[in-house]
């Protein structure tokens, strides 16, 4: 017997019910874990006190590096802790406790300190490294979740972490944990960052490579210094500042009076005066007063972004406290760079 339309219609509709059914659940999963990690989070940032100024006043004080160390979920924290301590101006490694049973522990010395992260506090891979750093009075910052854990009691300085259900719904598998831990970690390491006083030119010095390291490069690290910069007397005459403006190759010269950079001929400059008779003009009958300028120390990225703004392709580079052109920067120069 044929199946009926409605029948037919139906068995259709099943799967597209089955998959909504599976997106909502999904989506409700998503929300509830990541509202429960914000909880945890927001909980950390309303109960930050005494401890956590003591931790970031030791960390400060070392002179060594910084040792973290947690093991599985939270050793995978510890590393992602090391690594933003060491690139904001705090020397840091990740030691791995099991490692450190076997050889590891000469790694760390007694200018270092520990950070070492356990949930329950109890993990049993700590022990030794945790014993060797109370022998050789090496300080140990705890972040965990129970004070009167082994771990809590051996610390010198405790950073508890909320008791906000893990986002697994069987209770089980690291997660408001783990983010509340990396929340904290990234807390230390900001305000260690602001306490040492650690500039954008500091950042870059650790971050050459890439597009980081491009978006912090400096004028003064692309410009064009010396002989290479065109420059010419405000009484000079057009053909004379014509020549020089070829020679250099950029378009544009600028008019320098007593040191400091008074005004700027450019090729615009030139077609606009096109129908006059060009010998009979010098360089400040016809220069654009005040052009737009930068300081060296600029980031390239703040030079790009003014040339794209005004619809120009050279940038004379002044030195502030006296008016002189050190530099010439060309847009070519950034994008070269990588300067987006």
Do not use: W
Request: proline share 4%; charged share 20%; hydrophobic share 40%.
């Amino acid at each position: 017997m044929k199946a009926t339309e409605k029948q037919k219609q139906q068995r259709s509709s099943a799967p597209k019910t089955k998959k909504a059914g599976q997106a909502e659940h999904a989506l409700a999963s998503a929300t509830r874990v990541l509202r429960l990690e914000a909880e945890a989070i927001l909980e950390i940032a309303d109960s930050l006190s005494g401890p956590f100024s003591n931790a970031v006043d030791l960390l400060h004080k070392v002179e060594g590096r910084i040792i973290v160390t947690g093991m599985g979920k939270s050793g995978h924290i510890a590393c992602k802790i090391a690594a933003t301590l060491a690139s904001t101006g705090s020397p840091a490694q990740y030691v791995h406790p099991a490692e450190a049973s076997h050889g590891d522990l000469g790694m760390i010395t007694s200018e270092d300190a520990v950070v070492a992260l356990s949930k329950s506090g109890e993990t049993s891979e700590l022990r030794d490294l945790l014993e060797f750093s109370r022998r050789f009075s090496i300080p140990l910052i705890a972040i965990t979740s129970r004070l009167d854990s082994t771990l809590g009691e051996m610390a010198d300085t405790v950073l508890q972490l909320p008791n906000v259900p893990e986002g697994c719904p069987m209770g089980l598998a690291p997660t408001t944990s783990t983010a509340a831990s990396l929340a904290i970690g990234d807390a230390i390491a900001v305000a260690l960052l602001e306490r040492k006083g650690f500039s954008t030119n500091d950042f870059r010095v650790l971050h050459p490579g890439g597009k980081l390291g491009n978006s912090l490069l400096r004028v003064s690290d692309l410009m064009h210094s010396g002989d290479a910069v065109p420059t010419i007397s405000p009484t000079a005459a057009m053909s004379e500042t014509i020549l020089e403006m070829t020679a250099k190759s950029f378009g544009c010269v600028g008019i320098v009076d007593s040191g400091q950079l008074i005004g700027i001929v450019t090729d615009g400059d030139l077609r606009r005066h096109i129908e006059d008779d060009l010998r009979a003009f010098t360089a400040q009958d016809i220069m654009t007063t005040a052009p737009r300028t930068i300081r060296p120390q600029a980031l390239a990225a703040e030079a790009l972004a003014v040339m794209n703004e005004k619809s120009i392709t050279n940038l004379f580079v002044v030195n502030e406290a006296t008016g002189a052109p050190v530099g010439v920067l060309h847009v070519h120069d950034c994008l070269r760079a990588g300067v987006v």
